[in-house]
């Protein structure tokens, strides 16, 4: 799932709480078509990924309602 994530997210957001980037695409995981998440960092310029999670789209508004979560074009 990883690479499946950072090669092509549908959205990139920072992790203000766990200071990591954030990589979300919706894929199948368990007969379900669900959004994906990915923690990762940048360390010398290669991408480390730290944790791969399903999600849901109201637990991601809710991230960005709190400002836990702001986008990032740049990771």
Same mark, same amino acid.
């Given at each position: *799932?990883?690479?499946?994530? @950072?090669? $092509?997210?549908?959205?990139? *957001?920072?992790? /203000? =709480?766990?200071?990591?980037?954030? +990589?979300?695409?919706? @894929? $199948? *995981? ?6 994906? #998440? #990915? +923690? *990762?960092?940048?360390?010398? /310029?290669?991408?480390?990924? %730290?944790? %791969?999670?399903?999600?849901? $789209?109201? =637990?991601?508004?809710?991230? @960005? !309602? /709190?400002?836990?979560?702001? !986008?990032? =074009? =740049? /990771?």
């Amino acid at each position: *799932y990883p690479n499946k994530i @950072l090669s $092509k997210p549908t959205n990139k *957001y920072f992790d /203000s =709480e766990t200071g990591h980037f954030i +990589a979300i695409r919706s @894929l $199948k *995981y368990y007969g379900k078509t669900r959004p994906m #998440v #990915v +923690a *990762y960092d940048t360390i010398n /310029s290669e991408i480390q990924a %730290v944790t %791969v999670y399903p999600t849901t $789209k109201n =637990e991601i508004q809710n991230r @960005l !309602k /709190s400002g836990r979560w702001t !986008k990032n =074009e =740049e /990771s």
